[in-house]
């Protein structure tokens, strides 16, 4: 059936409508997005860069039975003097124990041992669970810590405006009566062409962006803090109940291990609950957590005060093996022990979605899937670039104007507000928007003086 004329004219307004937020956040989030996609797509292969560039530091020849870990935490700190802080046993039998030592200087580094021969193979200043100064660095650009608070702010914002503009793209690429949806790039040449390259770009990537924009948001301050808080509240996240009869220090355990469960890091260490005595030995401990049946890759955090807890985690890329133990440091018992299992619901998804971000639950595959969305995401920030360039008039932003149709503007307010509810960040930059359009419109109406 035929539309009518103003059926016609209130579509082509919700169009233009729709167009011109999409083409304000694109501007708005695009050096984000760069940032995140070059970053990120860096980061998926953190490993295989850490293990070719300090290969000398953490490969070794096997060479018989390892060492014990006394041994070897006590060649890495009579080369490195300092305080024991944790110590990771070789996790294949070609690869170097690694400890850390906190120095009288205040800085930590990671003792490289080879475990057969307790030769001292170098250090390199503690990288955490990026593995590398270098790879720390990528990590910390990626989520904008360098620039402290605010930057994370950033990131979630633009994080959630990445979900949004998913979905006002695929609405502007949908056919409606004329054929703009296209699934290859028909135009040769020009502005058309960036056009096409644009939109098929996107519409291929579309459900990859959205879900690393989601798997993402669980460690940003706002939306992820209140995630966790939820979640924990429902009993789908961590389970109440493990803490009630141990008690516990106002450490997280983020702040015991490089890398812990998501919704486990604001978790607080437990304290050790025997009578202070003489410590368990480093020795007894790795025999008790493989006891327990611990996957190789682990790393043992040693107790910080005489009531603190020796702290086992691991984090492989089999999620279903991540697991924390903490470990009363006197008698050796074992106070808490939960792995990816023990979870609520909402706690092994976000779990699952965070390993398949990072690279790591499908192995190489998982990586090139990724890296080619990470390079969409670039492709999709420069042409939108020259979309925006090749049509802005000289000396102008070239943004487009508004819809004369108030329906219209009312219908994009609710969708707006909801929105802004369920990214908060995303809400707060949409009212920043909305003061500069007010300011754009105030100065433009302004009395001129002849």
């Not at 006002?168 to 054929?179: D, N």
């Not at 219908?411 to 507000?417: D, F, H, M, Q, R």
Request: with cysteine; proline share 7%.
């Amino acid at each position: 059936m035929p539309q009518s004329p103003t059926q016609t004219s209130a579509r082509a307004a919700l169009y233009r409508a729709v167009w011109r937020w999409h083409f304000v956040a694109g501007l708005f989030v695009l050096p984000f997005v760069l940032i995140l996609a070059v970053t990120g797509g860096i980061y998926l292969f953190k490993d295989e860069i850490n293990n070719t560039a300090y290969h000398k530091l953490r490969f070794v020849a096997p060479e018989g039975s390892a060492q014990l870990a006394s041994q070897i935490t006590g060649a890495a700190l009579e080369a490195y003097p300092g305080k024991l802080v944790s110590y990771a046993p070789a996790p294949a039998p070609d690869r170097s124990a690694e400890v850390d030592i906190l120095g009288a200087d205040g800085l930590k580094d990671t003792i490289y041992v080879n475990p057969y021969t307790g030769k001292v193979l170098g250090h390199l200043w503690d990288g955490g669970a990026a593995g590398s100064p270098a790879m720390y660095v990528v990590r910390k650009l990626h989520s904008l810590e360098y620039v402290g608070w605010f930057g994370n702010r950033l990131i979630e914002a633009a994080a959630g405006w990445l979900v949004l503009l998913v979905g006002s793209g695929i609405y502007l690429w949908w056919p409606r009566g004329r054929k703009l949806g296209t699934w290859r790039v028909k135009a040769a040449k020009g502005r058309p062409w960036w056009r096409d390259l644009h939109a098929v770009t996107g519409i291929y990537v579309a459900f990859f962006i959205v879900f690393l924009a989601m798997t993402g948001l669980p460690w940003s301050a706002v939306w992820g803090g209140k995630f966790y808080q939820y979640a924990y509240a429902l009993g789908l996240g961590m389970p109440d109940g493990y803490w009630s009869k141990i008690p516990v220090s106002k450490e997280p355990v983020s702040e015991a291990v490089d890398r812990a469960p998501w919704i486990m890091e604001h978790q607080p260490v437990p304290l050790s609950q025997s009578a202070p005595g003489v410590p368990q030995t480093l020795d007894a401990v790795v025999a008790k957590v493989e006891q327990l049946g611990l996957v190789a890759g682990y790393a043992i955090s040693m107790p910080k005060g005489p009531t603190g807890v020796f702290t086992a985690s691991v984090y492989p890329d089999d999620i279903s093996n991540e697991r924390v133990i903490h470990l009363d440091q006197y008698s050796g018992k074992v106070l808490y022990d939960a792995g990816l299992a023990d979870l609520g619901t909402l706690g092994r998804w976000a779990e699952w979605g965070i390993s398949v971000h990072m690279g790591q639950e499908f192995g190489l595959m998982n990586q090139i899937v990724l890296l080619i969305a990470c390079l969409a995401m670039i492709l999709l920030s420069v042409s939108g670039a020259m979309m925006w360039w090749k049509r802005r008039p000289s000396r102008a932003l070239g943004v487009p104007p508004l819809p004369a149709d108030g329906r219209i503007a009312r219908g994009l307010l609710v969708l707006a507000v909801a929105a802004g509810i369920f990214f908060p960040m995303v809400g707060l930059s949409m009212l920043v928007l909305v003061a500069v359009e007010l300011a754009a419109f105030a100065w433009a109406r302004r009395p001129r003086i002849a």
